[in-house]
């Protein structure tokens, strides 16, 4: 598999938005209100002129992609992870991972942070997945926060109450 990552600072944000918002209609499905998109081509956009996305490609097309940032108290943090749902499970994922771990650990961060978003109430099979997958590649639970203290704004449009859990990894 030529798998190749790399943080593109030209890459086609309306290609990249359309994937990741097909990607997280599906796993995060009766999280939000019918028609909530991730994102959209104009934050993606941004995302890519600060050197901030890293995308997967195979063969040249792109199959995945990644955020990466410093946090102004210089953790690293990931988010905006997807893999192509044509490419599942060939390891797309466990390479983006090493990629932002690797991004975040030559930016000097001591530590990686991540954040998942569950429901408060109920169990979701693609939040179980991660939370066990994340676990395996050493991030530990670190903070509980109700998503309407986190991000107001956003919560009318929840179908249904969530928590942002927050993950760390020493990197
Ligand atoms: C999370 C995601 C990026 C993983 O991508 P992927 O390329 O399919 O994953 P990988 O092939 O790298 O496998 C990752 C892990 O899942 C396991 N896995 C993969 N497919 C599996 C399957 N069908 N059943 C059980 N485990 C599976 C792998 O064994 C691996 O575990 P390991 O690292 O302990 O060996 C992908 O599922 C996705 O896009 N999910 C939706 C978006 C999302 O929820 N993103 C995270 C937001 S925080």
């Known amino acids: 598999m030529a798998l190749d990552i790399s943080v593109e600072r030209s890459a086609d944000a309306a290609e990249l938005a359309d994937l990741i918002n097909r990607v997280y209609a599906d796993a995060e499905k009766g999280l939000w209100q019918p028609g909530t998109d991730r994102t959209n081509t104009a934050e993606v956009d941004s995302v890519i002129r600060a050197g901030e996305l890293a995308v997967a490609r195979l063969d040249g097309a792109v199959v995945g992609a990644v955020r990466v940032q410093r946090l102004a108290d210089g953790e690293g943090e990931f988010g905006m992870l997807v893999a192509s749902p044509e490419h599942r499970g060939v390891g797309i994922g466990r390479e983006l991972v090493a990629f ?5 650990r030559a930016a000097g ?3 990686m942070q991540l954040e998942l978003l569950v429901p408060r109430t109920w ?3 693609v939040k179980e997945f991660l939370r066990d997958w994340y676990t395996r590649l050493g991030y530990r ?3 509980r926060d109700p998503f309407e203290l986190a991000y107001p704004v956003l919560q009318p449009r929840l179908a249904t109450d969530c928590d942002f859990v927050v993950y760390h990894k020493e990197l």
């Not at 932002?100 to 975040?104: H, P, Q, T």
Request: proline fraction near 14%; hydrophobic fraction near 35%.
């Open 123 to 125: 169990t979701h099979p």
């Open 109 to 111: 961060s001591p530590v």
């Open 100 to 104: 932002a771990e690797g991004w975040a």
């Open 141 to 143: 639970e670190v903070r």
